[in-house]
């Protein structure tokens, strides 16, 4: 599913045009009332760039202009990431920004939360099984005979195992998803998978809680969310359900051959990052050039 079909508005940035009906509604919704709008985002393979060492992950040069463009638009801009908050904020460069002023972080699925108009972060204790976790790990993964090529990414209150740079990365990814099920459920700890990673991480939060908590916050009146992993498939559902009860929303894939599954669930497929940008880029414009949106 996906679309690369622009509607006919005159613009440098046309807008693209979703090919579900509940998409085109949802983006009619958001363009006819924007000031009640959400614009929520996943950051790993939405704003930046996948990489092979996430520590490089940037932000698309072109993702923070094109959100100062957009947020004073809108009622709320919120970055929906695994990671712990100040870092995605780091990495996204979202400190400081004029525009950014009520931009939200959150991190962690929701378990933490970094406010641009505070520039703090606010977060429970973290979950004691991740230190047991921290601790076993390398042992599960060399009897695993899974050492080679894979690495650890410390991530706080959560554990990933990346196999990207493993001789066989699928096989990898697939020898380790039961060792480290295993291991996380001795520790009271979830799985959660991904594009060639493997998070050990608390239950209980997930894009999904985070974005439903957050929308309910903020009184949203329509939502487009924009992901790329599967870890953005409980935010899919979560707006599904908001549909099935009136509320406007757009599900947006940021198209991977490596996740089909959201891709099919979305309204609206672009081209990675660059569209993802693109799509914003195109959203302020329009906002922009007219106060109703129309």
Request: proline fraction near 8%.
């Amino acid at each position: 599913m996906g679309s690369h079909t622009t509607d006919s508005t005159d613009s440098a940035n046309p807008l693209p045009a979703p090919v579900t009906r509940a998409g085109r509604d949802g983006l009619a919704a958001l363009l006819a009332a924007p000031r009640t709008a959400l614009i929520g985002l996943d950051f790993d393979g939405t704003l930046a760039p996948i990489v092979d060492d996430p520590e490089q992950a940037r932000a698309h040069p072109g993702a923070v202009p094109a959100l100062a463009a957009l947020a004073p638009q809108v009622a709320s801009v919120a970055v929906v990431t695994g990671r712990p908050a100040g870092v995605a904020v780091r990495h996204g460069g979202f400190a400081g920004v004029p525009g950014l002023d009520h931009l939200v972080v959150l991190g962690h699925y929701g378990a933490e939360r970094w406010d641009a108009v505070s520039g703090t972060v606010s977060a429970p204790a973290p979950h004691p099984g991740v230190a047991a976790v921290r601790a076993e790990l390398p042992g599960v993964l060399d009897r695993a005979g899974a050492w080679h090529g894979t690495w650890i990414e410390e991530k706080g209150r959560a554990l990933a195992v990346h196999t990207r740079r493993a001789d066989d990365p699928e096989a990898a990814y697939d020898a380790l998803r039961g060792p480290l099920t295993d291991l996380a459920s001795r520790h009271g700890l979830i799985v959660e998978p991904g594009r060639l990673v493997l998070e050990l991480r608390p239950p209980g939060m997930d894009k999904g809680v985070a974005l439903l908590d957050y929308v309910r916050e903020i009184s949203a009146g329509a939502v487009l969310y924009a992901g790329d992993d599967l870890g953005d498939l409980p935010a899919f559902a979560a707006l599904e359900k908001l549909r099935s009860d009136g509320l406007p929303t757009l599900l947006v894939c940021s198209g991977s051959a490596e996740v089909g599954e959201l891709a099919e669930r979305a309204d609206l497929v672009v081209d990675g990052p660059e569209g993802v940008v693109s799509l914003l880029r195109s959203l302020a414009e329009r906002l922009n050039t007219s106060p109703s949106g129309v």
